[in-house]
Structures are given as structure tokens and as C-alpha cells.
């Protein structure tokens, strides 16, 4: 009996990396709570007779647009998310199943992706069925895909 199991397809890559809670600024992404944020403000607190310095973060979750809190000590390390931004040409839409048809800069085509239930999914809708050609862009972090915008070709 072997003690290596190598079933899985896993590549080791993970989905964050740590980072000091004083290095991090305002813009740039963190894990709240278990959430890719995009941190909106952050403060920091004196230390106390006999504490760290605390810093506050107030992040939007790039995915759902939560507004997310926490408090750490400066010194220690919080995670952040590996987030890839990745621009889309927009080729056609399902109407049935709500997935998009993209292409990639490569041509390489995608079909994976569904339309957001928001604002930015009725308006894709809208350009869709008035024929216009546009751009999507999809946010990628902790294994999850959205589109966040759209805009037009050059």
C-alpha cells in the first residue's frame, strides 16, 4: 500500500497569498471574511498601553458589491485574493440558459459564463438585441468568474 495519492488534478497554485495588514492600501484587493474585497477605506488605529496598531478595512465584494468590515492588527498578515481582470469580445447570447458566447483576444471561444442578474445583465440584453459589438470584462479570484463591465469596440 502506497502512502502517495496523486488523484487529484490540483495544479498547487493558491487562490491567495498572504500580505502584512500595514502593506495593504487603499484599491487593492484583500479577503474579508472570506470574500475577495476591493478595499474602499481603511484606518488605522494608535497602538494601546500594550496592543498593535489596528487597522480597520471597509471592502465591496467584487462580486456581489457587499460592503464588508474587519480589524486586524497591523503586524499581522491578512489574505489577498489572486484577481485576474480578462477582456472579452461579446459574440452572441443565449436567451434560453442566459450564457455567453465570448471570444478571447486569441479567438479562442468561451461559452461558460452566464449573464449577471443586474443592471449590467439587462443592458448587455439591451445591446445584444440592438446589434451592437462590445467588450465584457470578467473578474476572476478564489476560483469564481463574473462579469463586471461592459463597454463598446474601438
Sequence with gaps: ?????????????????PQQCSALRKNGFV???GRPCK???????????????????????????KKLEDICPSTHNMEVPHV?????????????????????DAGAPRED?????????????????NGEGFMVTVLKAIGEEQVIAV????
Excluded at 495519492?5 to 491567495?16: I, P, R, Y
Excluded at 478595499?39 to 458589491?65: E, R, W
Excluded at 459564463?113 to 438585441?129: N, R, S, W
Aim: glycine content about 8%; proline content about 2%.
Design 84 to 104: 485576474k481582470r480578462t477582456e472579452y469580445q461579446f459574440v452572441d447570447l443565449d436567451l434560453q440558459d442566459g450564457y455567453l458566447s465570448l471570444l478571447d
Design 1 to 17: 500500500m502506497s502512502d502517495d495519492d496523486f488523484e487529484s488534478g490540483h495544479s498547487g497554485a493558491s487562490n491567495t497569498y
Design 151 to 154: 463597454k463598446p469596440m474601438n
Design 39 to 65: 478595499i474602499v477605506d481603511m484606518t488605522t488605529s494608535k497602538t494601546g498601553k500594550h496592543g498593535h496598531a489596528k487597522v480597520h478595512l471597509i471592502g465591496i465584494d467584487i462580486f456581489n458589491q
Design 113 to 129: 459564463l452566464k449573464i449577471p442578474d443586474t443592471d449590467l445583465g439587462k443592458e448587455i440584453k439591451k445591446k445584444f438585441e
Design 31 to 33: 479577503m474579508l471574511k
